[in-house]
């Protein structure tokens, strides 16, 4: 939908493996954080949106997800809404958290995404994933998967979808040999977006990794799931992202510097359509740059959901930056890496930054408003002004079972 | 906040223990039917809201529970969100789904919650209700309670908080020794609310329970928590409750021959509060009557939060229909059963209509709704006007940790 709210503040922890905090802490500090950048009291706060995708089933806290991380900062009475939507659940918090301010029901409110994945019990961790596809049909989805891989030729290991993995690299990596053979994508194509998301993530002092990686490097790296290595798979991880959404009117009122406006925010869910054609990510994509009354060409840069390498080639062709098959010759050419013509996740990106679930569709944002106000540090994209989040999650019949694009811009 | 959105149209499974179905039918069930009244086709559905509780723990369904839902029946594409707020969550779906046609951002949209709790595993269900207050502190808070119930002089098996029952249960008794040593209320009261309400599920054709009980035979049953027998206790249940709800424009196109307008929904969170001191209820409560331009004695009917009958003696007093402490001389008086000066509960409530946690404050709208509108049957409301909903849920420090309070009115 067209938005007219505005980014006043944003915070994030650092995105990694942290066995002593738990989501209050994480998520406690983003809180914080944003609420300070914005120039606010706690007080201020009229609605919060949060957003978690896996402590019910890794730590048994269902239900009140928020009002626990908001009671850890002293942040009673408010109105709590828990959202849920898989990986896209952070951007579903911050999209329904500006339809409130677009329509004018709230002036001051609060998105804020947190997770917690790293466990000692990594089978519990990956099984988490199996709650983001439709469960009754979770064997047939399995045994499609390795029927996939081996009829690919894939290597054994890849043959076990789900197992000592989130199932969602093997169904990346089933999406990845289809572009390949439909497309002619190459592997190296795919390491490439690798070795330049672990470039913008060496710049990026909350990223989870900070090792810059050749292409020959991430070649030459374990293999997860034929024929994605490790770098081109996104890491499980902890942390916390909060953006504080005002009004027009209250904008004005703090006499923000360097406005980020949220010009539109699609959210949908998937279903079931042939293969090849328009799908979830393409319709979100078209419908959020006809609500901003723009097009690929205006955007200074992407937060794309690298959930895994080929995830971001696709997405290159869905949002529209490059024509159906092409994306694996745009990161080839150099366009969205850093200095190029479209820079695509400079802040490393799920890859790299990191992807705790609940919370990488509001770092996404976290990162776009930095970018559009210039304190992007080392990872600065030189003028700019206009960003896309695509933030996508689950897995449902053909598609994504939930798809979130927005943008942002300065102004 | 103050609304101004119509139901146009409500479904409900009946409730009960169903091994056979899951949330695909029964929510399935209670959409179609809520379209089907609402006389529109699915494809005007243009975004959902859909709660469930338990489906993560007791399934491994996390993360896009509606979605899984809506494929079901065909509706994928449109946005959805997927929304929890404990026993609270299906109030909140509502809430959000108001204010969205409310403001403008929609013409019609879904309400639904679903939830499935009848499992063999029964200690595994009882378990589930732990994710509904702050994990981190369980041990505390089943310490606390069983300390409690030792002081009390409870029976043994009134000790062991959460064991075989619902935690909520040994809250509520808490709640209850603590109401009968401030105000005298006594064991026949709570019995009162059962025996009126059994009645009342009597005349209802989807109640998970139709049997009517005399107060002795209340008194009579089994102990599950001094002094809270198996009567004053809600049952777990498997079903769902569908609401579609649209603007004032779109209800004068559809030409609704018995309009029901939302006039006020009001979402907050628990906080940490003196002991007897006005709490989340009674906030919600005064809001929403503020919002409405309504007091209780405007009133024609209410459903309340039983899920214990110490639940419904203390809601009448947070909600003002009568003064503080007075809530067991209200039920003695008749005057909240069918027939009296102000029905509360006239579907059974939660105590014999039954709870299915999700579900429950959407099934509560459409109590209202069906009453509003003249179709209850053997339970109609003569003359009923005006209802107010009153949905809680979780627990966080010394409240609930979400609470909802909604007021229906016809026109």
Partial sequence: MKMNAYVAGVGMTSFGRMMDRGMKSTGGEAIEAAIADAGLEKADIQAAWM???AAGVL???????GQVVLRGVGMGELPVVNVENACASASTAFNQACAMVTAGVYDVVLACGVEKMYFADRAKVFGAFMGAVDVDQLKEILAGLQASAASSGATEASKSAGQNRSMFMDIYAAAARGHMARY????EQFAMVSAKNSHHGSLNPRAQFREAMTIEQVLASPMIAEPLTRPMCSPIGDGAAAVVIVSERKSRELGLTAPV????????SGWDHPSGSDGLSEVCSREAFEEAGLGPSDLSLVELHDASAPAEIIGYESIGLCPKGEGGGLVASGATRLGG????STSGGLLRKGHPIGATGLAQVVEITEQIQGRAGARQVAGARIGLCHNGGGNIGTDAAAQCVTILAAG
Wanted: glycine share 8%.
């Fill in 51 to 53: 957003s978690n995708a």
């Fill in 59 to 65: 730590t048994g806290q269902e239900c009140i997800r």
């Fill in 261 to 268: 406006r949220v010009r539109s925010s699609v959210l949908r």
């Fill in 341 to 344: 013509r479209i820079p695509v």
């Fill in 184 to 187: 002619g994508t190459t592997v």
